[in-house]
Every structure is written in C-alpha cells, then in structure tokens.
C-alpha cells in the first residue's frame, strides 16, 4: 500500500454500551478495512464493520494476559502497509490512560498519518448510577488518577486531590482499595462518600455505595472486581 494511502484511527468505543459511540466512530466503523480491539470494547460494534473486516484481538486483560504495546505497533505498520486503513478501537477514550496517544505517535514516526476520535470515558458514566461528577455547591472540579502508576505504586496525586472541593475519580484502581481506604484514613477523611462502579452501560452493571473507609468491604460485598470505576466525593453520597 502506497504510504499517502496508510492511516490510523485511534477510536474511543466508549464505556460498554455500544450506542454511546460517536456518528463519526459509527461511520469509519462501517468502511473498516482492518480492526484492532481490546477487551474493554464491545465486541457488538465490529458488527458494524464489513463481513471482510479484518479483525483482530489485541487485549489487555487487567493484572492478567496482555499483548504487548509493542506487538500493537508492529501490527499497526504491518496492517497499514497491507491494507492502508487501520482502525484502533480502544474501550472508553483512548487519551485518558488508554495509551492512545503512544499509537498515535508511532504511526507519525513511521509515515502514518494518525487521526483521534474521542469516546465517552467510564467516569462520565457515574451517571448511570445517579452520581454527577460536579454538583453545584457539592463538588467545584474533578481529579481523574490511575490507581496504579507504570511503576505499580499509587499515584500521588491523591494526596493533593483529597484535600480539594472536587469529585476524584480513580482508574485502575480495584487493586489499590485498601492503600486508598487507608490514605483517607488517615488524613481524617474515611467518612466521604466513596463508590465503585463495575461494567458501567451494560446489563450487567453493578455498584456499590458507602464510605472510602469502606472501599475493601463494599467491593467484597458487592462482588466488585475490575474493570471499575471509584468515585469518592460527596457527589457519591447523592445516588443513595
């Protein structure tokens, strides 16, 4: 394939539900040539590709099997160069701690022209729990944290972001509950509300609600593992 012919699409398939695309996802979808997809993307929407889309799984399954970052960007050359059009489809919105933004970066270094279209990211889907990330008076901003930096720790920043007037929201961070618990422990602050939500959109959606004092035993009880979304804030306190 000629190189002003290969590109990339870096596509957010959003939260779960497959309805929450965007038109623009939805139309590039329907002339795919070729699909890369991870687990957190509902495999419904390749159904909307051509029957001779080539599709390929390249999932990250958390804290367990995974293709390599590096085996992705081999097939994003490989399959530009074979079949011009190459559609990354990444669950949520690839730029917010989806590594996106690497892939589109590879194919720039690589004569690959790269373009981005957002999806909705899990946190937004808070709503679908009866939870707003901002409620006038309630919460002023939003902290998004990974729960689990490329080093393994917990980020930092929660420490900053549990001292302010705003909704923090942790990624990735169903491994980390007990370190989070005890953070806001003991910084006096176990009693804010605090909730986990697992497969947000879907069917089989479930959450569970109480104090961030709390988060280990809200998730056992709830049977709540990833992939999940932890809100803490008073803003969690307004869904029950």
């Not at 509902?42 to 970052?69: F, H, M, R, S, W």
């Not at 961070?173 to 909730?195: D, F, H, N, Q, V």
Request: with cysteine.
């Amino acid at each position: 394939m000629d190189k002003e012919d290969q590109e990339l699409y870096v596509i957010g398939a959003g939260p779960g539900d497959p309805e929450l695309i965007t038109v623009k996802a939805y139309k590039i979808l329907q002339n795919a040539r070729v699909i890369l997809y991870d687990n957190l993307a509902n495999q419904e929407l390749l159904g909307i590709a051509p029957v001779d889309c080539e599709k390929i799984y390249v999932g990250k399954q958390p804290y367990g099997e995974y293709t390599p970052q590096e085996k992705i960007h081999e097939l994003i050359k490989e399959k530009a160069e074979e079949k011009g059009k190459v559609i990354r489809l990444k669950g949520g919105d690839p730029f917010i701690f989806g590594r996106g933004y690497e892939e589109i970066l590879y194919a720039r270094e690589n004569g690959i022209k790269a373009f981005f279209i957002p999806g909705i990211t899990s946190m937004q889907a808070a709503g679908f729990e009866n939870i707003p990330l901002t409620h006038r008076t309630v919460s002023e901003g939003i902290w998004a944290l990974t729960g689990t930096r490329k080093d393994g720790r917990l980020s930092s920043d929660l420490r900053l972001a549990m001292q302010s007037n705003s909704t923090v929201v942790i990624y990735m961070g169903m491994k980390k509950l007990k370190e989070i618990s005890e953070t806001y422990i003991r910084e006096g602050l176990g009693e804010t509300p605090a909730a986990i939500i697992q497969h947000a959109t879907l069917a089989k959606q479930k959450s569970g609600l109480g104090k961030v004092k709390d988060l280990p035993a809200i998730a056992e009880a709830g049977k709540l593992t990833h992939p999940s979304i932890i809100i803490i804030g008073e803003v969690a306190g307004l869904g029950t």
